[in-house]
C-alpha cells in the first residue's frame, strides 16, 4: 500500500484535465503511439464534441521515480457538472489527493473554486498546477497571486506544467508520490470497497469501478452490495489500464474493476458498498444516498409507428445510464409515449442527443416541470410531475413547489446583473460574500421550476461565462400555482399544459401563443390560439386565413353584388372553422420549447 497513490484531477471546464490525463498515459506507454488519440478518457462521441466529460473514468499508471522506487498512480477521471455533483463526490472520497489545474492564461475560474471545496470536504492533499505556460498569452506571475489570494494556496507550491508539450509532468508524477498520502486500510480486515461508478457491457453485464477501503476482493468471493442486500458471485476483479487488466485480487487502497454477473447497471447504484457475504463489514461507507430525478419530461415519437423502437431503445439506454427513470404515458396530440426523470437539464440534454445519435431515434420532448405537491381540503397530499394529473381546482387547500438553496460564484463586476435576474426569477433570502477581493459569493433561495426553465443560459449571458452556479434542494414552499391550457381553435392540446406560478401565467401564455402563432400554418379559415387557466383566457392570438378573392370577376355595377359573394364566403369560412382540423405540426411543439433567447 506505501507504493500506491489515489488522485484526481479538478479544474475548471477547459482548463486542460483530459489533456493533462492524456500527458501521464502517453508517458506511462500504456498505448502504442499508432493508437494513441486525443482525450483518451472520454470514451463517447458527444464527450469528445462537447469537450465535457459525462462518465468517470480510472486509468492505474505506473511509475518510476529518480530514486528507482515503482509506484501505481490510480487517476479516477470525474465529470465536473452540477447535474453529476454527486458522482464527483463519491469519485473524491475514493481519493487521497487531488491536482488542482489552473490556466494560465485565465488564472482562477468559478469553477475552480468550486470544485477547491469539494476537496477539501473530504479533507484531500491539494496540488496546485498551472497549466497552459508554452501558451503565448500565459501570465505565470498573475496565476500565482491569485493561487495566494483567491485560493488561499501557497504559490511557491504551484508546479508549471503544459498539457500540450508534456513539460512539468516529471515534477507532477514526483509531487503525486512526495505530497499525497499512500491509502490505509487493513488488507486482512472485513471487505469494505466503495462502488463510484459502473458501465454496462453487453457481454458481462455491469462493470463497477470501485475503490477497496479494507480486506481483499478475489475472483470467486460472493459478495453482497449493501444497500441492494443482492448477492453476487465475483466473476473477475483487475484494473483499469485503458483496457481492463485481469488480475487475481484487489487489496485495501486499490482501484479496479469487479464483473460479478450482475445484468444491469441499475442493479448497481453509486456510492454503495460492497462486503463479503461471509463476513461482512459492520456498517457501510458513509455518504451513500439515492439519486432522484428533480426535472421531468415527457418524450414521444415523431412518427407514431416508432413506438415499438422507442422502447427497445430506452431498455438499451437505461442499461448504461441508472439515473434515468421512465414510465408510460399517453397525449392526444402526441400518442403513446413515457415520462422521463432527469438530474437536471444537462442530463436531460445529454439523454435527448445520446438516443437521437446512438439509436437514431426521431423524438419530441414537452417542456420540463419538476415535482409539485398539492394539499387537498380532505387533508391528502399528492405529488404531481405531469400537467395532466392536475388536481380539480376546486379541490385543492394549497399547493407547494420545491426550492433550492443556489450558490453563484462570480467577479463582484457582475453584481447588479445577476441580483436583477435571480430577482426575476422570484429569488429570496439573498446574502453574499467576499471570499477573496474582486470576487463576490451570492446565495439565492429559487423555485427549482424557474431554473430549469433557462436561468443557466442566461447567468452565463450576463456574467459573460464568468459565473459558476451550484445548487441544493431545500424544502417545499406554498406557492400560488396555475394549471395553463392553450387552446388551438378551440380544443385543448395537453402536450402543451404546463404548471405556473400565477404571476407569471400571462407572460408564460403570450409567449406561447406568439409561438405557436409563427409555427402553425395558415388555412382556409381563421385559427384562435389562447391560453387559458381554467375558464378563464389570459392570452390570446390568431393565425390568419388564407382569402380567396371572390370579388375578382365583379367587374362593374352595385356594390350589393359584392357584398352578397363576400358575405357568402364569410358564412362558409365560419362553417369551416366549427369542423376544420387544424393539423399542429412537430415543428410548432419544438418551437414552443425553445427559449426566447434562442
Known amino acids: 500500500m506505501i507504493q500506491i497513490r489515489n488522485f484526481s484531477i479538478i479544474a475548471h471546464i477547459d482548463h486542460g484535465k483530459s489533456t493533462l490525463a492524456d500527458r501521464f498515459i502517453q508517458r506511462a506507454k500504456l498505448v502504442e503511439d499508432r493508437q494513441f488519440h486525443d482525450q483518451m478518457l472520454d470514451n463517447m462521441d458527444i464527450e469528445r464534441e462537447r469537450g465535457i466529460t459525462i462518465k468517470s473514468q480510472t486509468v492505474c499508471l505506473p511509475y518510476t521515480n529518480k530514486a528507482g522506487d515503482e509506484f501505481i498512480l490510480n487517476l479516477i477521471d470525474t465529470p465536473g457538472h452540477v447535474d453529476f455533483s454527486y458522482e464527483v463526490s463519491r469519485a473524491l472520497a475514493s ?179 460492497i462486503t463479503r457475504e461471509d463476513n461482512p463489514v459492520a456498517a457501510p461507507l458513509p455518504g451513500f444516498r439515492e439519486i432522484k430525478p428533480v426535472v421531468f419530461s415527457s418524450v414521444y415519437p415523431v412518427e407514431a409507428e416508432d413506438f415499438d423502437s422507442l422502447v427497445d431503445s430506452l431498455e438499451r439506454y437505461k442499461l448504461n445510464d441508472a439515473s434515468l427513470i421512465y414510465q408510460k404515458d399517453s397525449s392526444q396530440a402526441l400518442g403513446q409515449g413515457f415520462r422521463c426523470g432527469f438530474l437536471g437539464l444537462l442530463h436531460l440534454e445529454i439523454f435527448q442527443e445520446r438516443l437521437e445519435r446512438e439509436f437514431a431515434q426521431s423524438i419530441i420532448m414537452t417542456a420540463p416541470s419538476v415535482m409539485y405537491k398539492f394539499v387537498l381540503k380532505s387533508g391528502e397530499t399528492i405529488t404531481v410531475d405531469n400537467p395532466q394529473n392536475y388536481p380539480d381546482p376546486m379541490a385543492i387547500d394549497h399547493a407547494m413547489e420545491p426550492y433550492i438553496k443556489a450558490t453563484i460564484l462570480m467577479p463582484d463586476r457582475y453584481m447588479g446583473a445577476v441580483m436583477k435576474l435571480c430577482l426575476d426569477k422570484r429569488g ?169 433567447e434562442e
Open 428 to 596: 429570496e433570502n439573498s446574502h453574499f460574500s467576499y471570499p477573496v477581493s474582486g470576487r463576490i459569493e451570492l446565495v439565492f433561495e429559487l423555485p427549482l421550476a424557474e431554473v430549469i426553465y433557462d436561468f443557466y443560459d442566461r447567468l452565463k449571458s450576463v456574467t459573460q461565462g464568468y459565473g459558476s452556479f451550484d445548487y441544493e434542494l431545500i424544502d417545499y414552499r406554498r406557492s400560488e400555482l396555475s394549471k395553463l391550457d392553450i387552446l388551438v381553435n378551440g380544443e385543448k392540446v395537453d402536450a402543451l399544459s404546463i404548471i405556473v406560478h400565477r404571476d407569471r401565467a400571462h407572460a408564460r401564455a403570450s409567449s406561447v401563443c406568439e409561438k405557436l402563432r409563427k409555427a402553425i400554418p395558415r388555412h382556409l379559415f381563421k385559427i384562435a390560439i389562447q391560453g387559458a387557466i381554467g375558464g378563464k383566457i389570459v392570452a390570446r392570438s390568431n393565425v390568419a386565413p388564407f382569402r380567396k378573392d371572390v370579388t375578382a370577376k365583379c367587374y362593374g355595377g352595385d356594390i350589393t353584388r359584392k357584398r352578397k359573394l363576400l358575405e357568402k364566403q364569410a358564412k362558409g369560412k365560419k362553417k369551416m372553422r366549427t369542423v376544420g382540423q387544424v393539423m399542429i405540426p412537430q415543428s410548432a411543439f419544438v418551437a414552443v420549447l425553445k427559449t426566447d
Open 95 to 273: 481519493c487521497e489527493g487531488v491536482l488542482l489545474l489552473i490556466d494560465a492564461t485565465q488564472g482562477v475560474q468559478a469553477q475552480t473554486l468550486a470544485n477547491l471545496y469539494a476537496a477539501l470536504e473530504h479533507n484531500l492533499a491539494i496540488i496546485p498546477a498551472i497549466n497552459k505556460i508554452d501558451s503565448p498569452s500565459a501570465d505565470i506571475e498573475h496565476t500565482r497571486d491569485e493561487i495566494e489570494t483567491e485560493l488561499g494556496l501557497r504559490a511557491e507550491e504551484a508546479i508549471l506544467c503544459s498539457g500540450k508539450t508534456g513539460a512539468g509532468m516529471e515534477e507532477l508524477l514526483e509531487a503525486i508520490t512526495l505530497r499525497i498520502q499512500p491509502p490505509k486500510g487493513d488488507p486482512e480486515g472485513p471487505l469494505a470497497a466503495l462502488i463510484f461508478d459502473a458501465k454496462y457491457d453487453p457481454f458481462r453485464g455491469a462493470i463497477i469501478s470501485c475503490r477497496v477501503f479494507d480486506g481483499t476482493l478475489r475472483t470467486g468471493d460472493t459478495i453482497r452490495l449493501m444497500s441492494l442486500g443482492t448477492t453476487h458471485r465475483v466473476e473477475e476483479v483487475g484494473v483499469f489500464r485503458i483496457n481492463r487488466e485481469k488480475r487475481a485480487e484487489l487489496r485495501a487502497g486499490e482501484v479496479g474493476y469487479v464483473v460479478a454477473g450482475i445484468k444491469t447497471v441499475s442493479d448497481t447504484r453509486i456510492g454503495d458498498t
